[in-house]
């Protein structure tokens, strides 16, 4: 009995790598498939908050289709607990390389554009917004499409 259940912690654990790189190219692709359908003077806006000390989370959707079918994913696919983690998920999206993997934040907070997405329409930006570890507001993240074309 023991050896059964080793081998399946050791198989649980050299699986753990390519279950998160998969859930991680997931968000990428529910990121990508959101930002895409923002229009010409109409952004996209989804924002994830958690409410770490009711073990809670929800997302405001902004009223449009689109993001409720992101919120929809963001609600059943990130952490409630680390905010931490889904923001560094959201940015390796964005940007090559990005990882807060060996950084523990206690607090953060800030806005920054991200242009020219891998696998977006580069008339596309995503704007982000966030804040960690407030202990006035609830830690959130927020995220808007827009779509400007070069004139």
């Given at each position: 009995?023991?050896?059964?259940?080793?081998?399946?912690?050791?198989?649980?654990?050299?699986?753990?790598?390519?279950?998160?790189?998969?859930?991680d190219?997931?968000?990428?692709?529910h990121?990508?498939?959101?930002?895409?359908?923002?229009?010409?003077?109409?952004?996209?806006?989804?924002?994830?908050?958690?409410?770490?000390?009711?073990?809670?989370?929800?997302c405001?959707?902004?009223?449009?289709?689109?993001?409720?079918?992101?919120?929809?994913y963001?609600?059943?696919?990130?952490?409630?607990?680390?905010?931490?983690?889904?923001?560094s998920?959201?940015?390796?999206?964005?940007?090559?390389?990005?990882?807060?993997?060996?950084?523990?934040?206690?607090?953060?907070?800030?806005?920054?554009?991200?242009?020219?997405?891998?696998?977006?329409?580069?008339?596309?930006?995503?704007?982000?917004?966030?804040?960690?570890?407030?202990?006035?507001i609830?830690?959130?993240?927020?995220?808007e499409?827009?779509?400007?074309p070069?004139?």
């Amino acid at each position: 009995m023991f050896r059964c259940n080793f081998q399946v912690l050791l198989i649980s654990i050299i699986g753990m790598p390519f279950i998160a790189s998969a859930q991680d190219d997931k968000l990428c692709e529910h990121l990508i498939s959101f930002a895409s359908k923002s229009k010409v003077a109409k952004p996209l806006k989804v924002i994830l908050i958690n409410d770490w000390a009711n073990f809670s989370k929800s997302c405001e959707d902004n009223g449009t289709e689109e993001g409720k079918e992101f919120c929809n994913y963001l609600i059943n696919n990130t952490s409630t607990e680390f905010m931490n983690i889904n923001l560094s998920r959201i940015l390796n999206c964005s940007v090559n390389d990005f990882n807060l993997g060996s950084v523990h934040l206690n607090k953060i907070s800030g806005e920054f554009s991200v242009f020219e997405i891998p696998s977006l329409n580069q008339d596309i930006t995503l704007n982000i917004n966030f804040s960690i570890g407030d202990d006035v507001i609830k830690d959130f993240i927020e995220i808007e499409a827009e779509n400007e074309p070069e004139e």
